[in-house]
């Protein structure tokens, strides 16, 4: 029997433990069994402090009840519950922090069709911990034992020998048919094993190699969410890079060449999500793709507008590149040049193509308007403009981009320039009339 309530202590916020503490206060009055699950687990065994400890807890009678008293219990609510007995909790971890707490009813499931969703049954905690997809990711720590048992609180229950694969640094799948019942465990396979540094077990090699081509079984939606969640992983090159050399996804993107995207294999996680989130990497996969393929990519993997806008708006922005370069390139283009050219193009789409480019002028100049000209502002407002006497209506949005096109072009310094420049222009209206 393994205790593991000191590495618990050890690893966990503090937070964290009040909450463990307070749903553990909780199982006991109700009389109900309450177990903790899933990546928690594996990352407390892995002795990881910096994790993010997503909160997983399960039990035969989780249920409505028990999730609304957790929520009061802690200040915070249930944000959602679903018809498969699982609910969302959000509660206060500081003053601006939340932490989402899973909880979920104990369940077993079955495949009907390969790469569909399972059927959903209640079980018990073994048949919860059986349809997990690594051995490492089925273990879990009691927190309260149910009365059928004799387990202590803080025991590790690990019915698949996930603690030695652990020790091992191996990912492991319970059983043979396990990437043909859901194909998305293909894409964890990778994520787990460059995030952890885990090699893949050899019977596990095997099988992923045979069960390949059921990815095409699998909704464009839960590929797109698996694709979602290796772009926010800190190693997210790494892990394109054995997707694509895997063979895995250039047989879900079987219209597209991938093998591009193998020269990214050192790019880490940068920066914000904003800037380098889904959005960027789903432009990286389609740097070379014509419209009929970015037409393809959206549709088979269902992408969002946003997403959408990133790689048609990339397409053009390749194309007018291309066509345009002369004179985008020319020494005497001004600065309100290429401001305008640029405006019109989705940022994340310029950022990929600056950070991707070949040609090193148009990278600089790409640059050159990320880093600077969009930064740029005028200090007049409307209403300054206004109260120097411009006529309200259209034309003071033009006055506006004119000041901007003049600064971008140097040649306001000052505020006084800028509220002479204004002057001019309204002579020079009047004098037109
Ligand atoms: P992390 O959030 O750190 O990536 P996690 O293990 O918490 O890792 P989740 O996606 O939150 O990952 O899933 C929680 C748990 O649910 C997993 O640990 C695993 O046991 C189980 N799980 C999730 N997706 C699948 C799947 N496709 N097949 C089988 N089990 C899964």
């Not at 694709?227 to 597209?256: A, D, H, M, Q, S």
């Not at 070379?288 to 970015?294: G, I």
């Amino acid at each position: 029997m393994k205790i593991v309530s000191s590495e618990m202590k050890n690893v966990l916020p503090k937070a964290h433990l009040k909450i463990l503490n307070a749903a553990t206060d909780l199982s006991n009055q109700m009389d109900t069994d309450l177990y903790l699950v899933g990546g928690c687990v594996r990352d407390i065994m892995l002795g990881l402090t910096e994790s993010s400890f997503d909160i997983d807890l399960t039990g035969t009678s989780i249920d409505k009840r028990f999730a609304t008293r957790l929520a009061d219990k802690l200040k915070g609510a249930v944000k959602s519950s679903s018809v498969f007995g699982t609910h969302k909790l959000s509660v206060p971890l500081g003053p601006e922090d939340n932490l989402e707490i899973d909880l979920a009813k104990c369940r077993s499931e079955s495949y009907k069709e390969p790469g569909s969703l399972p059927d959903v049954d209640t079980g018990d905690l073994f048949q919860d911990l059986d349809r997990r997809d690594f051995s490492i990711a089925a273990m879990s720590i009691v927190l309260r034992s149910p009365n059928n048992q004799d387990w202590q609180c803080g025991q590790l229950i690990d019915p698949h020998s996930g603690y030695i694969d652990l020790v091992n640094k191996k990912l492991r799948v319970l059983h043979k048919k396990s990437f043909v019942d859901d194909p998305t465990r293909m894409f964890r396979l990778i994520r787990y094993s460059c995030r952890l540094g885990f090699g893949i077990e050899e019977a596990t090699k095997g099988i992923f190699e045979s069960s390949l081509n059921s990815v095409t079984t699998v909704s464009g939606d839960r590929i797109r969410s698996e694709l979602e969640k290796i772009f926010k992983e800190k190693e997210v090159g790494l892990i394109v890079y054995n997707c694509v050399k895997l063979g895995l996804l250039p047989r879900f993107l079987t219209k597209l060449n991938c093998n591009h995207l193998m020269k990214f294999r050192d790019m880490s996680f940068q920066g914000s999500v904003e800037q380098y989130g889904a959005e960027y990497w789903l432009g990286i996969l389609a740097i070379n793709a014509d419209k009929s393929q970015v037409e393809y990519l959206s549709k088979t993997l269902n992408l969002s507008s946003k997403q959408n806008e990133v790689i048609s708006d990339l397409c053009s922005l390749n194309e007018q590149l291309k066509q345009n370069e002369t004179s985008l390139l020319a020494d005497d283009l001004k600065r309100s040049e290429v401001y305008k050219f640029l405006l019109r193009y989705n940022l994340t789409a310029i950022r990929v193509c600056a950070e991707t480019t070949s040609n090193r002028s148009i990278k600089t100049l790409l640059e050159t308007y990320l880093n600077s000209l969009i930064n740029t502002r005028v200090e007049l407002t409307g209403e300054d403009v206004i109260s120097l006497g411009a006529r309200k209506g259209p034309e003071i949005g033009e006055l506006l981009n004119n000041l901007l096109y003049a600064k971008l072009d140097g040649q306001l310094e000052s505020v006084d320039q800028e509220i002479q420049f204004v002057k001019d222009h309204i002579s020079n209206c009047k004098d037109g009339l």
